[in-house]
């Protein structure tokens, strides 16, 4: 992947330079209204094509701007000018459409920046090109499995891998840490499906023996669409009440479509007083153990599910930093308390990051607790987790 | 920039390639513990020097496991294998060090790919390692004016812009779009200090007279910071009522630092019930209008402000999607409500994005209304947002 500035010259140089070796160049961004975005430009410089404006396409570009009621600028004709000889491609995510180029045996693909449109027009219209155009791609089947991974590192992850005869299947492995989870994939490309399906069960195996309770997930999906999944199955109801993780929590919630089945209400009770007047936690507990306890996280969680009139309440305190540490409760202190009709529980952690980072890890161990514990498993891996 | 796999190859080529023009190659990543970080195995490789251990490197590196009670594994040793000739550069946010390596006239320096670990070496050893080689450094001067706008499009400012004469003083305009808010960098070059600030301040008036109400930032900072800025100056207090934006206000608004010196509590009411039993939104008003109404997210508002005992009620209530819409209130349909003692107010919006974005331009439509508010600006470029 090569990025270059808004400059002609320096497209030229890198467009050649990757052409030295590949078959087909993927090009992204530059193909807006504004001045600076020059890339069908650089591209008809580049292999000494002629520009025309393709009124099909302006007439549909007018179409969108007429639509969301847009004004309509004369600066966005130049979003339907193209390269001669270039097949346009549609956007439906956005207004600048992207094409193709034959250069010789090669193949060049422009498509829009924003990441939306680019990877709609990625999954819809150039993964099909090119699989079309590659007649040898029908003989290879590969076979994938994932694993995302909670509370232990990514040298740890590596090391329990190495002993495990995973690498001698002939897998490729791959690690995408995250500070607050770990993404393994592990592919195997084979000359029949059956094999490689077999292959990938092994590795699985394998995975689930050496990382155990660790892993959360089978999936790519967010840890939140995983609790939902868990939630709407069980036709369970949760509320919540953060202090240190500020609703971040609850956003992660509702970022799933259909949350309202699952999440009844969130309370960010930042004050104290919000804890005593929101949740009914008495001023007289917060006065004796502070508001960074477990006994107020126990109350939060217990108020939370009261209030909400929910089966589950799930609750933070804590320090997010990077002031209001003390010897005692430093920054990074954070309790997690969740309340269910069979009793309550709270667990304390030391967290060690900066404040967006110390919210993070909070709302994502605190899905993780709810996870496990709808899971009937154990929490082990969080409990040790870091401490 | 350019961004190869982990083959020692392919990292070569791309060292080549990119030593052609450049005097200094700045890598990142692959520094780790694990078998797939293989940069400095490839750097020894294309320019031919041995490796070695650095031990008091080693050293520090296990004083950080022992500091944080982390398990040492053998292959954490790695990390302080360093090229011969390389001098070690110290990385305070991680294990693994980076460093700088003379080649011939040339220097590649190379730091860990975590994007916190990668940005403060960057800051802190790279930067000034630059400036301390470059000695005609001194003798130019940048002035830079940055301005964050919301409510119009790229292509609009470009053209706003475009018949300023601000491409007249010959200064470098980029834009760097999001799809909720658009940041324009003005920057200029030139032999003395004052030229160089003289030329910006005649870039800045341009900027504000074309582009004015909706220019809300002369600043990089996060718009929450600004908020969190203007109300800590005028010792004001806010509470908030999220139903569609589900805690991203909140989320937002705890981010900052300090933030309980300003933001007292956040509600998320999901369900009608919970808009009732906290926020005394009378239930006949709910089933009158329905929840997503003007009606509804005033007296959200005024709830919030009256449950958090604070001068500033702020509420959102809408539909997310991609399901729950109808012919009358189509996914996108927003309500924003702001309470304040001399009065409310409420807006009327219709976003057209998925539901992450619809939540993510809810919050900042939100926010910035807040902030016009709280600056007795007035509001046309909001209510003229999309409409």
């Not at 956007?91 to 680019?118: D, R």
């Not at 007047?277 to 917060?286: H, N, Q, T």
């Not at 202190?333 to 919210?359: E, M, P």
């Not at 890890?361 to 040790?384: D, E, G, P, W, Y």
């Amino acid at each position: 992947m090569l990025s270059v500035g808004d400059n002609i010259e320096e497209i030229k140089s890198a467009l050649e330079f990757l052409l030295r070796d590949a078959d087909v160049v993927v090009v992204t961004g530059g193909l807006g209204p504004t001045t600076d975005d020059i890339t069908t430009t650089a591209i008809a410089h580049t292999f000494d094509k002629q520009l025309h404006t393709d009124n099909a396409v302006l007439l549909q570009i007018k179409g969108i701007f007429e639509k969301y009621r847009i004004q309509w600028t004369d600066n966005n004709t130049k979003q339907a000018v193209f390269p001669l000889g270039a097949i346009p491609i549609v956007n439906h995510a956005g207004t600048a459409w992207g094409y193709s180029l034959e250069i010789g045996k090669k193949l060049i693909v422009v498509i829009p920046g924003p990441p939306k449109e680019a990877s709609a027009m990625l999954r819809d219209s150039i993964i099909p090109l090119l699989c079309q155009r590659d007649e040898t791609k029908q003989q290879t089947f590969r076979a994938t499995v994932v694993v995302k991974v909670f509370g232990i590192s990514e040298s740890k992850i590596d090391k329990l891998i190495a002993d495990s005869g995973l690498h001698a299947l002939g897998v490729d492995v791959g690690f995408y840490p995250n500070f607050y989870e770990v993404l393994v994939t592990v592919n195997t490309y084979q000359a029949n499906e059956q094999q490689a399906q077999k292959i990938i069960a092994q590795a699985k195996k394998i995975l689930e023996n050496q990382l155990g309770e660790h892993i959360f997930s089978f999936s790519y999906e967010a840890l939140e669409a995983t609790v939902a999944r868990e939630l709407m199955a069980q036709q369970l109801t949760i509320s919540v009440a953060e202090s240190c993780s500020g609703g971040l929590i609850a956003d992660r919630l509702t970022d799933v479509s259909g949350s309202s089945a699952y999440f009844h209400n969130g309370i960010v009770c930042y004050s104290n007083e919000s804890k005593t007047k929101l949740l009914g936690v008495p001023d007289e507990v917060i006065k004796e153990y502070g508001a960074v306890s477990k006994e107020v996280a126990l109350l939060m969680a217990q108020g939370a599910k009261k209030v909400g009139g929910t089966d589950i309440g799930l609750a933070t305190t804590g320090i997010a930093g990077p002031t209001g540490g003390s010897a005692e409760k430093p920054v990074g202190t954070v309790f997690i308390a969740l309340a269910h009709d069979a009793g309550s529980f709270c667990q304390h952690f030391s967290f060690r990051w900066d404040r967006r980072r110390n919210k993070m890890i909070t709302s994502q161990t605190a899905l993780v607790m709810l996870l496990k514990r709808l899971q009937n498993k154990n929490l082990c891996c969080i409990t040790h987790y870091f401490q």
